[in-house]
């Protein structure tokens, strides 16, 4: 399970990170696949410019 | 957001995809889990129907066509309204008016709200972000996704969903798949002002073509009309300019269902592009070239309305892959929905204000946005980091006079305090 509180953060990528998925999309279907990943027990899950 | 900031903000019925689609499979789901997502996540909704207008004797014949296709889709209640019924419930209406599919369930949301809304949530139960990063490369070792290169380091990861829109030919292609082809079309939309707002109940559609729904009118959910879209390919995903021959084909289309429609009440002109994919149906499914690269690309109409659909989906295919999938037990689905200070009464306002001086300093004085919710903005789970965020999490500078007097120099020192550099980019 994750560590750390439940809070956005730029996760710095200057040494390797690991994800269980990657989103790679930030408009209303990368949101959606996000929010039901969130669902389970996966150590991260990224998606990229989620901003305009 | 691409695609998602710039569209017709329409939940879909879903009478319009061919049955067996992926397109009608998944907008007919999504429009049902919306109802749920609107209870668990406070988007707002609005549930006014649709309707789909029968202008000439021909287009008739295509009405019932439409209702067939429709129940087929599993799509409830839809009925076929006479004119007289159809006058009395949109008095706008052209009176040459045949008659219209009428589809209660369809609905209108604010696009940006559900996405964030989202987005808000998966944050809130763990999922991180990246922002303002650009991929460059999906690793692929043995036949099998890697990790993600991006302009700032390198993600190990044995899963790549790709849903980036008009990017999704570009993100596969970086894999290795070159099979995803998508065609850019450019739909372009005036907004109107909140007066006009109650000019049609309902989303109006004309009869269908076999290239777009056509020229639509409806009401957004904070109150504004809009018309659009016209349906143009384009080259290059960042051509959302609009053009004068757009704005006057969207005119003359909606003023063959609405002929009193003035323009007076117009604040602004707006371009979207729609990801199409060479066979017209959603792509969703495993890459047949890169094990472990999922693709959600393709999403034209009715994405929006498919989305939460389209993510049931994709977990599935996941799962069917053998990815664990155990339940998060700290998962919570309901996000904690706020008032913005113009929806506010007298009552709550003056509480606000006590909690927070900054809510006595408007920054947008057609939206009564303040100075406090701009702050709150750059701190949500999804923050904004530049102006259009802002815009899009606020709606400063959405109203009348699309920011002529927002107060820039307060969103900037609002940024400053709170430690951001907020980038004072527009949209084009």
């Keep these: 399970m994750r560590d750390g509180p439940l809070n956005v953060e730029e996760i710095d990528l200057t040494n390797e990170a690991r994800a269980d998925v990657v989103i790679i999309g930030g408009g209303v279907v990368g949101a959606a696949i996000a929010r039901e990943l969130s669902r389970y027990n996966l150590s991260m899950s990224y998606w990229k410019n989620i901003l305009t | 957001m691409g695609t998602s900031k710039a569209n017709s903000g329409i939940l879909h019925a879903g009478f319009d995809a061919a049955p067996g689609t992926k397109k009608a499979l998944f907008n007919v789901r999504g429009n049902v889990l919306y ?220 003023r063959k269902l609405i002929p009193n429609l003035g323009l007076g009440s117009v604040i602004t002109q707006f371009a979207g592009l729609r990801a199409v994919a060479a066979h017209d149906d959603f792509i969703i499914g495993p890459s047949s070239f890169v094990r472990g690269l999922i693709h959600a690309g393709g999403i034209q109409s009715p994405g929006l309305t498919a989305a939460p659909a389209i993510a049931e989906a994709v977990v599935e295919i996941l799962r069917d892959d053998g990815l664990s999938l155990t339940p998060n037990p700290r998962f919570v689905p309901v996000r904690q929905s706020r008032l913005s200070f113009k929806e506010q009464n007298y009552t709550t306002r003056q509480r606000s204000f006590r909690l927070n001086p900054l809510h006595g300093r408007i920054v947008c004085r057609c939206e009564t946005v303040t100075e406090a919710e701009i702050v709150e903005a750059i701190h949500v789970p999804c923050p904004a980091h530049t102006l259009d965020a802002v815009k899009v999490r606020t709606r400063a500078g959405m109203g009348r006079c699309q920011g002529g007097v927002l107060r820039s120099a307060r969103v900037s020192a609002a940024s400053k305090r709170v430690g951001h550099a907020t980038k004072f980019r527009t949209q084009g």
């Design chain 2, 35 to 254: 109802r749920q997502l609107e209870a668990e996540l406070g988007i707002r909704l609005k549930w006014i129907g649709s309707l789909v207008v029968a202008l000439e004797h021909d287009n008739l014949r295509v009405l019932e066509e439409l209702l067939c296709r429709g129940k087929e889709n599993g799509v409830p209640r839809l009925e076929i309204l006479s004119r007289d019924g159809l006058l009395d419930r949109e008095p706008n209406l052209a009176h040459g008016v045949l008659g219209a599919l009428w589809s209660p369930t369809a609905g209108i949301v604010s696009p940006f709200d559900a996405t964030l809304a989202l987005a808000e949530n998966a944050v809130h139960n763990g999922v991180k972000v990246l922002l303002e990063q650009e991929v460059e490369q999906v690793l692929v070792e043995q036949g099998r996704v890697a990790g993600v290169v991006t302009d700032r380091g390198i993600i190990e990861t044995p899963y790549v969903i790709n849903a980036a829109g008009v990017h999704a030919g570009s993100v596969a292609a970086l894999a290795g798949d070159e099979s995803i082809a998508i065609t850019l079309r450019k739909g372009e939309y005036l907004l109107f002002d909140t007066s006009r707002g109650d000019c049609v109940r309902s989303v109006l559609f004309p009869t269908p073509t076999k290239v777009s729904k056509g020229i639509v009118i409806g009401p957004t959910v904070h109150g504004n009309l809009f018309i659009g879209p016209n349906a143009l390919d384009v080259a290059c995903p960042d051509d959302v300019g609009t053009t004068a021959g757009g704005m006057s084909e969207i005119i003359e289309g909606a």
